[in-house]
């Protein structure tokens, strides 16, 4: 099995060797195509107003400077001998949970994937707190990663479908399972902007986000992760909403 792999944290990144080892429990055959720097947020974006440049550091393991789509379109299209069976994408430093996946690059590394027709699989760590930069701990990757994966080798994907995994931020011996759930969806409020002045004297702001807001009913992957459970979710990218067709259509003339 041809397993390739990427992120959005960038090549060097501490969780990129967590999935390295994951994937190594299902296959020798692995290449590795991610980005050269950190993207995160970059999104299911391409890069189009300058040239992206390939690095080969050995046989199999190549950087781009570009995004996370950037580093799946090139790995089809210019590195890899043949189509690749899977296409892991992670383990991301920090939650991908519900709306989130629309911002995420390591989302839409796998969304590439199942564009081409590919077998897509997203993989992020929960962390419990911020400001921890490379101390995140990545125990329950480690530890759960192949559990999650092993059943969706051989499970059908429809077309255009991915799977959203993450893991809660507790240590390896207190992840309580593995629940399959629905994508949540966060408080819009939550998000902030962080206003600050250089030394030159000119204004510059950071994005943030605060804690996550969760939905009652504990059938989200915002609850699974805060009840202790690696959350398995299932997308689609098909973004029609059908039941607005009708609706709209009468509005026209349809």
């Known amino acids: 099995m041809r397993i390739l792999l990427t992120n959005d944290d960038g090549?060097?990144?501490?969780?990129?060797?967590?999935?390295?080892?994951?994937?190594?429990?299902?296959?020798?055959?692995?290449?590795?195509?991610?980005?050269?720097?950190?993207?995160?947020?970059?999104?299911?974006?391409?890069?189009?107003?300058?040239?992206?440049?390939?690095?080969?550091?050995?046989?199999?393991?190549?950087?781009?400077?570009?995004?996370?789509?950037?580093?799946?379109?090139?790995?089809?299209?210019?590195?890899?001998?043949?189509?690749?069976?899977?296409?892991?994408?992670?383990?991301?430093?920090?939650?991908?949970?519900?709306?989130?996946?629309?911002?995420?690059?390591?989302v839409s590394a796998a969304v590439e994937g199942a564009l081409a027709g590919i077998r897509s699989i997203a993989l992020s760590q929960v962390y419990s707190r911020e400001g921890m930069g490379d101390a995140v701990p990545f125990a329950a990757a480690e530890a759960w990663g192949a559990k999650a994966i092993a059943p969706l080798l051989d499970a059908p994907f429809a077309p255009r479908t991915l799977v959203n995994i993450n893991f809660p931020p507790v240590t390896a011996d207190e992840v309580r399972g593995i629940r399959v759930v629905r994508q949540g969806f966060h408080d819009y409020a939550r998000g902030s902007v962080v206003e600050g002045t250089d030394p030159r004297g000119y204004r510059y702001f950071w994005f943030g986000l605060h804690g996550i807001e969760h939905t009652p009913g504990h059938a989200t992957d915002l609850e699974a992760i805060q009840d202790g459970y690696v959350s398995v979710t299932p997308l689609q990218l098909d973004l029609t909403h059908d039941h607005s067709l009708a609706e709209l259509a009468s509005r026209y003339g349809g």
């Open 11 to 106: 090549i060097h990144a501490p969780g990129f060797e967590v999935l390295e080892r994951i994937a190594r429990q299902f296959s020798d055959d692995i290449w590795i195509v991610a980005p050269a720097e950190e993207q995160s947020g970059a999104g299911h974006s391409l890069t189009l107003s300058q040239p992206v440049r390939l690095r080969q550091y050995s046989e199999r393991r190549f950087s781009v400077s570009g995004t996370p789509t950037d580093a799946v379109m090139m790995a089809l299209r210019k590195v890899l001998p043949g189509a690749p069976d899977l296409i892991l994408s992670g383990v991301n430093r920090g939650a991908n949970l519900g709306d989130d996946v629309t911002y995420s690059g390591t």
